[in-house]
């Protein structure tokens, strides 16, 4: 008895347990999920420092003159040094540089004229206290929890770690996964095939996928249709995750959900009311593996991938569901009855959907003219806007 695309998801998502964590230095942490909190270790930026290169004055001199005496220089790098008390003078500064001690604004270089030890000020440029220095503190403070545990670690969360003293961090451990295609039909990729016999592609395309999402797997020969199972339970054992494509269908041919059933796993669902995708199913392996059998056509079998398979790996790896983002179509798209459309679409520049279907769901080459696609509900629903789902 099919289910519903919600109410399948909803079931995948129920029977995650969340993955170990491990202790990664810095280095080796992009795409990983952070699982611990990240606070500051002292105030950040921990001195006034200086924003452009230029000069340190003291804005009350300005009603003096606008001819400066230049009395030392201030790089980045070292200890804050003190301004004269003596009128019209300044420091030479760079910009990271600490802020000189009794100056209060920053002239850019661009606003002067220099000769020799001298410097004049632009009659153009006002000058105002505090401008162009980054106040210490400003950012953050001591202590204040800058990340939080479930973020995904990109440059910008490397980069506040790393400011921090963060040499080691405590993220999710990366899932073992298995990708199995299946079928007497597939040869490899440098084979040359007969003329009933074509390349495989699926377990390629998934692995990509699961690649670029930060999820590397495994990709086993493909099963033959009078496989016995020892193949499965051998990857079982060595699996947090396994996915197969193909033969999970009705067909007198479609082996899988037999198999699956007879190394002991226990069925979650078989059979979503979705296009593309109907016939996806779900297990669990006798230890707790997920185990999700696409369909074997190239197009249903990558757009269950996004739909379900990469979604609850997010999940399990401490993330919150993906918020998809929203879209308007170019033109008004009726849903089909009783069933969940997963409809591929180019994005205009204008950020509008236009419908790019394929002839159908093995016309892989059809999906490079799309971005990915619109999950439209079952004809009656009205959605606020569609969810897309690009491809990965």
């Given at each position: 008895?099919?289910?519903?695309?919600?109410?399948?998801?909803?079931?995948?998502?129920?029977?995650?347990?969340?993955?170990?964590?491990?202790?990664?230095?810095?280095?080796?942490?992009?795409?990983?999920?952070?699982?611990?909190?990240?606070?500051?270790?002292?105030?950040?930026?921990?001195?006034?420092?200086?924003?452009?290169?230029?000069?340190?004055?003291?804005?009350?001199?300005?009603?003096?003159?606008?001819?400066?005496?230049?009395?030392?220089?201030?790089?980045?790098?070292?200890?804050?040094?003190?301004?004269?008390?003596?009128?019209?003078?300044?420091?030479?500064?760079?910009?990271?540089?600490?802020?000189?001690?009794?100056?209060?604004?920053?002239?850019?270089?661009?606003?002067?004229?220099?000769?020799?030890?001298?410097?004049?000020?632009?009659?153009?440029?006002?000058?105002?206290?505090?401008?162009?220095?980054?106040?210490?503190?400003?950012?953050?403070?001591?202590?204040?929890?800058?990340?939080?545990?479930?973020?995904?670690?990109?440059?910008?969360?490397?980069?506040?770690?790393?400011?921090?003293?963060?040499?080691?961090?405590?993220?999710?451990?990366?899932?073992?996964?298995?990708?199995?295609?299946?079928?007497?039909?597939?040869?490899?990729?440098?084979?040359?095939?007969m003329p009933h016999q074509i390349r495989?592609?699926?377990?390629?395309?998934?692995?990509?996928?699961?690649?670029?999402?930060?999820?590397?797997?495994?990709?086993?020969?493909?099963?033959?249709?009078?496989?016995?199972?020892?193949?499965?339970?051998?990857?079982?054992?060595?699996?947090?995750?396994?996915?197969?494509?193909?033969?999970?269908?009705?067909?007198?041919?479609?082996?899988?959900?037999?198999?699956?059933?007879?190394?002991?796993?226990?069925?979650?669902?078989?059979?979503?009311?979705?296009?593309?995708?109907?016939?996806?199913?779900?297990?669990?392996?006798?230890?707790?593996?997920?185990?999700?059998?696409?369909?074997?056509?190239?197009?249903?079998?990558?757009?269950?991938?996004?739909?379900?398979?990469?979604?609850?790996?997010?999940?399990?790896?401490?993330?919150?569901?993906?918020?998809?983002?929203?879209?308007?179509?170019?033109?008004?798209?009726?849903?089909?009855s009783g069933m969940t459309h997963h409809?591929?679409?180019?994005?205009?520049?204008?950020?509008?959907?236009?419908?790019?279907?394929?002839?159908?769901?093995?016309?892989?080459i059809g999906l490079l003219t799309s971005?990915?696609?619109?999950?439209?509900?079952?004809?009656?629903?009205?959605?606020?806007?569609?969810?897309?789902?690009?491809?990965?």
């Open positions: 008895m099919m289910i519903s695309f919600s109410e399948a998801l909803n079931l995948l998502l129920e029977q995650l347990s969340p993955v170990n964590s491990e202790h990664i230095r810095i280095e080796d942490v992009s795409g990983r999920v952070l699982r611990q909190e990240i606070q500051a270790d002292r105030d950040f930026p921990p001195f006034d420092r200086v924003m452009m290169d230029g000069f340190a004055m003291r804005v009350v001199d300005y009603s003096i003159s606008r001819c400066f005496e230049v009395q030392g220089c201030a790089p980045a790098g070292q200890a804050a040094v003190t301004l004269s008390n003596v009128p019209m003078s300044c420091i030479e500064v760079m910009t990271g540089a600490p802020m000189p001690i009794g100056a209060d604004c920053i002239v850019p270089v661009e606003e002067t004229v220099r000769s020799a030890n001298n410097v004049i000020v632009a009659e153009s440029f006002d000058p105002v206290v505090g401008r162009f220095i980054h106040r210490s503190g400003s950012d953050a403070a001591k202590d204040e929890v800058l990340l939080r545990s479930g973020v995904l670690l990109g440059s910008r969360e490397i980069g506040v770690a790393a400011s921090f003293g963060a040499v080691e961090l405590l993220v999710s451990v990366r899932p073992q996964i298995t990708v199995i295609p299946t079928g007497d039909e597939l040869v490899a990729v440098d084979a040359l095939p495989q592609s699926n377990g390629h395309a998934i692995r990509a996928s699961l690649r670029s999402a930060g999820y590397p797997s495994v990709l086993k020969e493909p099963l033959k249709d009078d496989d016995n199972g020892d193949a499965l339970r051998r990857a079982l054992e060595s699996s947090d995750w396994l996915i197969l494509t193909g033969a999970v269908s009705k067909g007198a041919r479609d082996f899988v959900p037999q198999l699956l059933d007879t190394i002991g796993c226990r069925k979650l669902f078989h059979g979503v009311a979705q296009r593309p995708g109907k016939p996806i199913g779900c297990w669990l392996g006798p230890c707790g593996q997920i185990v999700v059998a696409l369909p074997g056509n190239p197009v249903s079998a990558l757009t269950c991938l996004h739909a379900f398979v990469l979604p609850a790996l997010a999940c399990a790896s401490g993330l919150p569901l993906p918020k998809r983002r929203h879209v308007t179509p170019t033109d008004t798209l009726p849903g089909l409809l591929p679409v180019v994005l205009s520049d204008d950020g509008r959907a236009r419908p790019a279907p394929t002839g159908n769901s093995g016309d892989f971005d990915g696609f619109v999950t439209l509900p079952p004809q009656g629903e009205v959605p606020n806007g569609l969810p897309f789902t690009p491809w990965i």
